[in-house]
C-alpha cells in the first residue's frame, strides 16, 4: 500500500469545495452538488469505476456494487453521507477560512465537511482505489451508499438506497458508517480510545397541555394552567425513568476499568445498577448512557403578564435508550403527571437495535488496533445522537457507528461549528483502516 497523502487530501478539499445542503423536503432539495459529487467520483477514482455497478437512487443517493466471483461471507458496506450543514451566519467571520473553499494550511485541511463526513468517504475511496490498484480480489461482496441528507433525517436519501437493498433481497453483514472516533479523553482517561457506537437512542418531543380559567390575574385560582404544567415538568425531572444497564455499558466499563482511577472503578460494579446509579448520577454524560433522558425545552402561557392562561404548553425532549419504547415512554409520562392534561406526540423514533458484539466485532477491534498501535483500547458505546444507519436495522445485525479518525473533545465543537478541519496525518489513519479492514473482513 503506497498512500499518496498530499494526493487524497487534495481531494478531500476538491469535495470540500462543492458546497452539498440539503433539505427535509424533497421538492427542495437543489440536486447539483450531489450529481457535481457524482461526476467527481467518477473523475477520481477510475478503478473503482470500472469495477463497481453504480445506481443512483432517489436522484441524488449512490449505491456501489463490487460482487465478488464467489463470496464467503455477507457482505460489507461503507457508508456517508454526501450533504454537510449550513454555516450559521452569525459565526461566519470566526473562521479562519471560507467554510467551502477547502484550504490546506500545515498539513490541515479546512472546511464544511472535513470531519462530518467527508474525510470518510474520501477515505474509503482511496483506500478502495488503491486496493484495486494493487490488485485487490474481493472473496465477499463490497457495498458502498452515499446519502444526500443524512442531516436532515435520511428520509430521501439513504432510506430509500435500503428499500431498494431490501427489494433485493439482500443482507449485509457489516455496515460502518460514522459515529463514534478515537478519542483522547474517555471519562477522563488520558491516551487513545476507540469508540465504537453499536446502537442510537431514539427520541421524542412530546407536548404536554393543561387548561386553565381565563381572564384577569387579580383572583386567580392556586394553580394556573402554567402552573400546572409546570408541575408536570418539575415531576418529569425529579423521576426519570430507571436506568438501563445495558451489555454495551458493560462491555464499555469492564474494559475501561483497568485504566479507571481506582477511586470510581472500585465503586463501579456494573452488576449492581444501584451502585451505577450512584456513580454516574452527577456525571450528564454518563447518565446520557445509561438512560432515558428528559429535556424540557419550550414552554407557553398566556400572551400579557395580567392574563390568565386559558391554556398553557410545555414541550419535552426525550432521548430514548435501547431497552425502552415510546410507549414505554408515554405510560412512564402518565404515571408521573397523573391524567389531568394532553398528551401530543410530535415527532419522534424508535431506538435502534442493539448490534452484536460477536466476531465481527472483533474483528473491527482487531483492524483499528492494527492501524493505530497506540491505542489502548476499543470500547462500544451508546449514541445519543441519530445516523443514517439506522435504516440498516432490519437487514444487518452488525452496525457499527466508527469513524477511524483520531478527534479530542476540543475538536468535536467543530463539527456543526466553526473551523471544521481534518489533519493529513487522521485523513491517513482513515485510508489505512479502510484499507486493511478490506483485507480482513475476508479472512
Ligand atoms: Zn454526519
Not at 450531489?34 to 441524488?60: C, D, M, S
Not at 460477536?358 to 441519530?386: H, R, S, W
Request: net charge negative; hydrophobic share 40%.
Amino acid at each position: 500500500m503506497n498512500i499518496k497523502i498530499e494526493e487524497a487530501a487534495k481531494h478531500l478539499s476538491e469535495v470540500i469545495q462543492i458546497k452539498s445542503l440539503s433539505s427535509r423536503n424533497y421538492e427542495e432539495i437543489d440536486f447539483e452538488p450531489f450529481l457535481k459529487i457524482h461526476q467527481w467520483l467518477k473523475e477520481t477514482y477510475p478503478l473503482i469505476h470500472q469495477r463497481a455497478k453504480v445506481e443512483v437512487i432517489n436522484t441524488g443517493a449512490l449505491l456501489y456494487t463490487f460482487k465478488a466471483k464467489e463470496s464467503k461471507k455477507l457482505p460489507l458496506l461503507f457508508m456517508a453521507h454526501m450533504d454537510v450543514v449550513p454555516v450559521d451566519e452569525e459565526t461566519v467571520d470566526q473562521w479562519k477560512f471560507d467554510a467551502f473553499s477547502g484550504t490546506i494550511e500545515n498539513r490541515i485541511i479546512y472546511g464544511r465537511g472535513a470531519k462530518d463526513m467527508k474525510n470518510q468517504m474520501v477515505a474509503f475511496f482511496e483506500a478502495t482505489e488503491l486496493a484495486l490498484k494493487d490488485g485487490k480480489e474481493f472473496d465477499y461482496d463490497l457495498y458502498f451508499c452515499l446519502g444526500y441528507d443524512e442531516e436532515n433525517g435520511g428520509r430521501n436519501g439513504m432510506a430509500k438506497i435500503v428499500e431498494h437493498l431490501k427489494q433485493n433481497g439482500i443482507k449485509i453483514g457489516t455496515v460502518i458508517d460514522e459515529g463514534g472516533t478515537i478519542s483522547n479523553n474517555v471519562m477522563g482517561i488520558p491516551g487513545n480510545i476507540a469508540l465504537i457506537g453499536v446502537c442510537e437512542k431514539g427520541f421524542a418531543n412530546v407536548k404536554i397541555t393543561a387548561q386553565g380559567i381565563g381572564g384577569h390575574s387579580s383572583m386567580p385560582p392556586i394553580h394556573t394552567a402554567l402552573g400546572k404544567v409546570c408541575k408536570a415538568a418539575s415531576l418529569l425531572e425529579e423521576q426519570q425513568m430507571p436506568i438501563i444497564v445495558s451489555d454495551v455499558f458493560k462491555e464499555m466499563m469492564n474494559t475501561l476499568k483497568p485504566f479507571l482511577p481506582d477511586e470510581i472503578s472500585s465503586h463501579l460494579d456494573v452488576n449492581d445498577s444501584k451502585k451505577v446509579e450512584a456513580v454516574v448520577a452527577n456525571m450528564a454524560s454518563a447518565n446520557a448512557l445509561l438512560r432515558t433522558t428528559t429535556a424540557v425545552t419550550m414552554a407557553l402561557g398566556s400572551p400579557a403578564p395580567n392574563v390568565l392562561p386559558s391554556i398553557a404548553s410545555i414541550m419535552v425532549n426525550f432521548r430514548i435508550i435501547p431497552g425502552d419504547s415510546i410507549d414505554s415512554l408515554i405510560n412512564h409520562i402518565s404515571e408521573v403527571i397523573g391524567d389531568d392534561f394532553e398528551l401530543e406526540l410530535q415527532q419522534c423514533s424508535e431506538p435502534s437495535k442493539i448490534s452484536k458484539m460477536d466476531e465481527e466485532y472483533q474483528l473491527l477491534q482487531q483492524t483499528i488496533k492494527e492501524v493505530c498501535p497506540e491505542l489502548k483500547a476499543a470500547v462500544p458505546f451508546v449514541m445519543v445522537g441519530a445516523t443514517d444507519s439506522k435504516y440498516f436495522d432490519d437487514i444487518c445485525d452488525h452496525i457499527y457507528k466508527f469513524g477511524p479518525f483520531k478527534c479530542s473533545e476540543e475538536e468535536l465543537k467543530t463539527i456543526h461549528g466553526v473551523n471544521e478541519f481534518l489533519r493529513f496525518e487522521d485523513l491517513e489513519l482513515g485510508i489505512r483502516f479502510f484499507y486493511q479492514m478490506l483485507q480482513n473482513y475476508g479472512k
